[in-house]
């Protein structure tokens, strides 16, 4: 793991599709609830559309104190210069986001079993996270669920990485 972050208690997505609103006004509203770090997540617009989306809401987080990382999308966190980026295991590798975004970038990348946690480990990534633990509708190229059984698994085996 790279470094002393620690996620705020509550850290919430958006997703344009589940809520009908666009990210700017997710932001603003999470804001409003309290969040200090959000990812903007869009799985189904075109690059320019997310952009010029993801613009918005980083202006208004940045009115509110609010962190913004970028999920997949580490073109779009450089361009913009969001406070860093979540990853898939199919995107950028971690080590070629930390050298694009530099060293005082949030850095997540997800996991979906015991192995790649632990692999996880040695990457210079500031959180892990690990799913899905329960069936989700909200994406259609999920691995198999863990359940609370795995999650406590993958917990064991990362557990010294907690600063």
Same mark, same amino acid.
């Given at each position: 793991?790279? %470094? %002393?972050?620690?996620?705020?208690? /509550?850290?919430?997505?958006?997703? $344009?599709?589940? %809520?009908?609103?666009?990210?700017? =006004?997710?932001?603003?509203?999470? %804001?409003?609830?309290?969040?200090? #770090?959000?990812?903007?997540?869009?799985? *189904?617009?075109?690059?320019?559309?997310?952009?010029?989306?993801?613009?918005?809401? #980083? @202006? /208004? @987080?940045?009115?509110?104190?609010?962190?913004? /990382? /970028?999920?997949?999308? $580490?073109?779009?966190?450089?361009? #913009?210069?969001?406070?860093?980026?979540?990853?898939? *295991?199919?995107?950028? &590798?971690?080590? @070629?986001?930390?050298?694009?975004?530099?060293?005082? @970038?949030?850095?997540?990348?997800?996991?979906?079993?015991? =192995?790649?946690? *632990?692999?996880?480990?040695?990457? &210079?990534?500031?959180?892990?996270?690990?799913?899905?633990?329960?069936?989700?509708?909200?994406?259609? =190229?999920?691995? &198999?669920?863990?359940?609370?059984?795995?999650?406590?698994? $993958?917990?064991? $085996?990362?557990?010294?990485?907690?600063?």
């Amino acid at each position: 793991m790279q %470094s %002393s972050f620690r996620l705020p208690r /509550i850290y919430p997505l958006t997703d $344009v599709q589940v %809520s009908g609103l666009s990210h700017a =006004d997710q932001v603003h509203l999470l %804001s409003l609830g309290g969040a200090t #770090l959000i990812q903007l997540r869009e799985k *189904q617009r075109p690059a320019l559309h997310f952009y010029e989306q993801a613009k918005a809401a #980083l @202006a /208004i @987080a940045a009115r509110s104190g609010v962190k913004v /990382i /970028i999920n997949d999308r $580490v073109d779009v966190a450089l361009a #913009l210069g969001a406070h860093g980026v979540h990853l898939g *295991q199919d995107d950028i &590798p971690p080590e @070629a986001a930390r050298t694009l975004l530099g060293r005082e @970038a949030i850095i997540g990348y997800s996991t979906h079993n015991i =192995d790649q946690a *632990q692999k996880a480990l040695n990457l &210079p990534i500031d959180y892990l996270a690990v799913g899905p633990i329960f069936k989700t509708s909200t994406k259609t =190229d999920t691995s &198999p669920t863990l359940g609370l059984d795995g999650l406590r698994a $993958v917990r064991r $085996v990362t557990a010294p990485c907690r600063s």
